[in-house]
């Protein structure tokens, strides 16, 4: 990780919307049911190079983080998360991901896998539910 990179961090436009599709769809992750204003981006020379946004909607959830190809291990996505954090007023900060290690490193801590069905309505329905890759970490803010 390189901490000296120089990229910017700043909410995101709406003349972003092609270029926050275009690198979630790097990944195919959606960006359904999230409002572009809930995105945040990296830009290095005027080019976007990385989103992240959270959602809030059953539980406070890092919802997407992705950063284009050529620029990962910059340390963009762990800039992108500090500012995440910097915007979240809830006592804990959820997450569902393949890449586990990554948000281990960044201080979250992983759940057994029930939890998921207690944190998303989407998990409980869904029929891959007993066969899913994905991990569910959290990250405590506020002790309550």
Not at 16 to 34: K, Q
Not at 94 to 122: C, H, I, N
Request: charged share 30%; aromatic share 8%; with cysteine.
């Amino acid at each position: 990780m390189n901490e000296n990179v120089d990229v910017a961090i700043r909410g995101a436009e709406a003349s972003d919307r092609r270029s926050i599709e275009g690198i979630m769809g790097t990944y195919f992750l959606d960006i359904d049911d999230v409002p572009m204003e809930d995105f945040i981006v990296a830009e290095m020379d005027g080019k976007i190079v990385g989103v992240a946004a959270i959602s809030e909607k059953e539980c406070c959830e890092v919802h997407s983080i992705a950063v284009h190809p050529t620029y990962r291990g910059l340390g963009i996505g762990s800039k992108m998360i500090s500012r995440l954090l910097g915007d979240v007023s809830h006592d804990r900060l959820y997450v569902r991901t393949t890449s586990p290690v990554f948000f281990k490193k960044m201080g979250f801590v992983e759940l057994p896998m029930s939890e998921k069905a207690s944190l998303w309505q989407d998990c409980r329905e869904c029929d891959r539910y007993d066969n899913c890759k994905q991990y569910v970490l959290c990250m405590v803010l506020k002790e309550v």
